[in-house]
DNA sequence: TAAATAATATAATTTTTCAGTAAAGTCAAA
DNA sequence: TTTGACTTTACTGAAAAATTATATTATTTA
């Protein structure tokens, strides 16, 4: 039971979005947030892909472009973020299809113990959506901002 | 974001158990489980062997021997039988062992903007897992329970 | 006590998923 | 018109997960 990098990279890349945006005006080129955050451009650009068909940011072309928000930071929670790049949180297939477990093997999940493991599964389902979807993006921000402040009183 | 099929299966297995038992005094062979639950046998012995290291079953060898539960089904948890197997659930690599994100390639998690998504991560993790400490094998061996009763109702 | 049963232990194999890379193309602004 | 940036698709290698295989040891029962 893993967070994939893909939507640990994606919230990376989106509190780096909000960290360096001034007043969101300026476009930041995923070659910059590559730089900083040492994802590669390439996995970068899949990444936004989709983060833009979930309308969480907006690009222009050409030289000087880039990424804005395409929303105010406290519109954008990391369960958009998550779901957007991972698709929607499962714990077991069931749950979606209500029926396939395997690809392979498409078998039915016919047994009626699964069903109990669903409503504990659906329950946890559940509680994950509500706790991602009460963190704003903003939250991320800030919360990145006191950790840079800690480590510069520390010094 | 998935619960692999190791924890279900045991669970599913665990649950078998309960239903089967006749207050707990006849032991039941992975044979039969493996027979109702279609898992192999092979792999059940892997489940079992953890889950029976974690002290959740006891087996006795030979004819006529099998897995009894080590305790009562309201002293089991869902929590127990899914850290037995596939040992405690962490999120994001860095939750654990503080630092590393990946074996291979042992890079530090050193962008703060991680730290803000471990932030994020820990508050989940301990959902989840109060939400499995709060749900006992009797729990689970009811909810089937009641399951098969409506199917047999609905005929 | 031999044969059958069932757990224990480890190893090997197969399958699936994930992470990352590559390439070729499209579009917009300077 | 050229640069810089986004778009799309396909591919590859590695790791993890799932499954199978092979012995071995312990009990019971005929």
Redesign the interface.
Known sequence: ????TR??YA??AM??LV?NQYNNLMPISLRDISKR??ISRQYLEQLFNKLKKADLVKSTRGAGGGYLLAKEANKIN?GDIIRAV?GP????DCILTGRKIKKSTPKKCN???????R???E??TQ??NQ??DT?SLQD??R??QN??KE?KDER
Request: charged share 25%.
């Open positions: 039971m893993k967070l994939s939507g640990r919230l990376r509190i780096d960290q955050q040492e990391a991972e949180i499962v714990l077991a047994k009626v113990e699964d069903c109990a493991i409503v504990l599964l329950l946890i509680k994950i706790t991602l963190t991320l921000g919360i990145t950790i840079k480590q």
